[in-house]
């Protein structure tokens, strides 16, 4: 899918693609380990805690196992206005994981739904999904120019596949944490140069989580040339725990909370579940933007008990409704700045042991899905 430059806002969901079983898995969490493993061992934590969450329709499925899941959850996505996939990537520098069901996807054109990749270059730590201790599983290495050349060409069979989402002529590829990459000139330069040499106008880089230094166009990111960003932490604690949004208020809330929630720490000291109210947490988000390249990031719900029990982050209150005026709330901000990249991004279509998902539930059905028809119907 190539675009140009347009009002038209296009909606994009990340993509988990943990459901099959992977050799690593089995050695750190026991044969046959999927996401699935998680979410089916959840508890409540307090009266009318909505755990464990069931899945609907699609139900507890293995993307290998039953390919055609990948065919519906095309479908479904396009027909609640939906846009495209970004399937999360997982390479380590040597070692990429969870790589097969892109491959299965590139492979079958009936999975017909646009796409791109999210490169998640972090390394994976017990503490954020299930284990008490901090223990490294992989680390996440970086090889230099001979390892992103690698990287590209591996990619390069997905950038030249129709179905991958283009912004003039050039491949979108979200990068979790641009700071962590230690020689990030060498690394857009080499992409971008590989791009270019293989009939494309280089790479549309999109930065997730975006500095200080990055918005104020105060480092490297604004010699290099990113050409959008989000302002967002994974896992929500930006809203009140990290110092990635902007603002002196933001800070104050963050000391104001520290204070009065006492167990309101980082993940791996926390011993109680940090419980917000969804509407009152979303409003955080709906700010002014920050700068012309901003893209904003929505979420429909988040209750990762699954993963990490009593030291959850839970937001109560998530429904279809509230997440549809979250919607439209956005969107009315992207009203405003029809500068920035037409572009929305969802969070998550399927990070179920984080209870954050679009796909059909067993308590609400389609109605997640639904308010995006209906979101999008009004913007017509």
Not at 194 to 218: E, R, W, Y
Request: charged share 25%.
């Amino acid at each position: 899918m190539n675009l140009t430059n347009t009002n038209k806002i296009k909606f994009l969901a990340y993509y988990l693609p943990q459901y099959h079983s992977i050799p690593e898995n089995d050695k750190w969490w026991g044969k046959g380990f999927t996401e699935w493993t998680n979410v089916l061992k959840a508890k409540p934590l307090f009266k009318e805690h909505y755990q464990p969450i069931v899945p609907g329709q699609l139900g507890y499925y293995d993307l290998l196992k039953h390919p055609s899941i990948q065919e519906e959850q095309a479908k479904l996505a396009k027909d609640h206005g939906v846009d495209g996939f970004i399937y999360y990537q997982y390479w380590f520098g040597n070692k990429m994981l969870l790589e097969s069901p892109a491959e299965a996807m590139l492979k079958n054109k009936n999975i017909n739904i646009p796409f791109c990749f999210c490169w998640a270059n972090e390394t994976w730590k017990g503490i954020w999904h299930g284990l008490d201790n901090a223990e490294v599983l992989i680390e996440q290495e970086y090889d230099g120019i001979n390892g992103y050349e690698a990287y590209f060409n591996y990619l390069l069979l997905f950038f030249k596949d129709s179905r991958y989402i283009k912004v003039d002529n050039k491949p979108m590829f979200h990068v979790y944490k641009l700071d962590d990459i230690p020689d990030l000139d060498v690394f857009i330069n080499t992409f971008n140069a590989l791009a270019i040499k293989n009939g494309f106008d280089g790479i549309h880089l999109v930065a997730t989580i975006a500095s200080d230094a990055l918005v104020n166009n105060k480092s490297i990111y604004a010699k290099v040339g990113v050409d959008v960003f989000m302002k967002i932490r994974y896992g929500l604690d930006f809203i009140f725990l990290e110092d990635t949004l902007f603002g002196k208020i933001e800070r104050k809330l963050k000391r104001k909370f520290r204070k009065v929630f006492k167990s309101n720490k980082h993940i791996d000291e926390r011993q109680k579940p940090l419980i917000f109210d969804y509407k009152k947490g979303v409003e955080k988000l709906n700010g002014k933007f920050p700068d012309k390249k901003y893209i904003p990031c929505v979420f429909p719900n988040w209750d990762n008990t699954a993963r990490s029990a009593n030291k959850a982050m839970i937001f109560k209150n998530a429904t279809p409704q509230s997440w549809k005026v979250h919607l439209e709330n956005t969107i009315e901000e992207m009203k405003k700045n029809p500068e920035n990249p037409p572009f929305l991004v969802i969070k998550s279509w399927n990070e179920w042991a984080e209870g954050n998902y679009l796909e059909p539930d067993f308590k609400y059905g389609l109605q997640w899905l639904e308010a995006i028809k209906a979101v999008k119907e009004e913007m017509q």
